[in-house]
């Protein structure tokens, strides 16, 4: 059993820049894909971007790309989104998400272990 663990969500004013992280812990050796997704209030989940724990291939959402960065520490079994140029329109609740294939995948469906989410607020 894998479990998922995100940080570092909070406050902040448009066009400023916030780090959020997850830490997994358990199984972790049988993960490929992690990833970030967010829901906003009154909206659907969405997928923001995955990356392929040992390859490194990556895929972003169209609506971050160039804005967000994701990435992964392998030794710390930690993965990582710097989002920057941060939007009001990105506030939601971020989860972290975890998938035992290898397919470089945005439905949330074929996801496997999910965080509990971090609340990331941009003001305008």
């Known amino acids: 059993q894998v479990q998922l663990v995100e940080s570092g969500g909070g406050l902040v004013q448009a066009g400023g820049s916030l780090r959020v992280s997850c830490e997994a812990s358990g199984g972790t050796f049988s993960v490929y894909v992690m990833a970030w997704f967010r829901q906003a209030p009154g909206k659907e989940r969405e997928f923001v971007a995955a990356?392929?724990?040992?390859?490194?291939?990556?895929d972003y959402a169209d609506s971050v790309k160039g804005r967000f960065t994701i990435s992964r520490d392998n030794a710390k079994n930690t993965l990582y989104l710097q989002m920057n140029s941060l939007k009001p329109e990105d506030t939601a609740v971020y989860y972290c998400?975890?998938?035992?294939?290898?397919?470089?995948?945005?439905?949330?469906?074929?996801?496997?272990?999910w965080g509990q989410g971090t609340q990331v607020t941009v003001s305008s």
């Open positions: 998400a975890a998938r035992l294939g290898n397919a470089l995948t945005r439905g949330g469906e074929e996801y496997n272990y």
């Open positions: 990356i392929r724990r040992w390859s490194g291939d990556i």
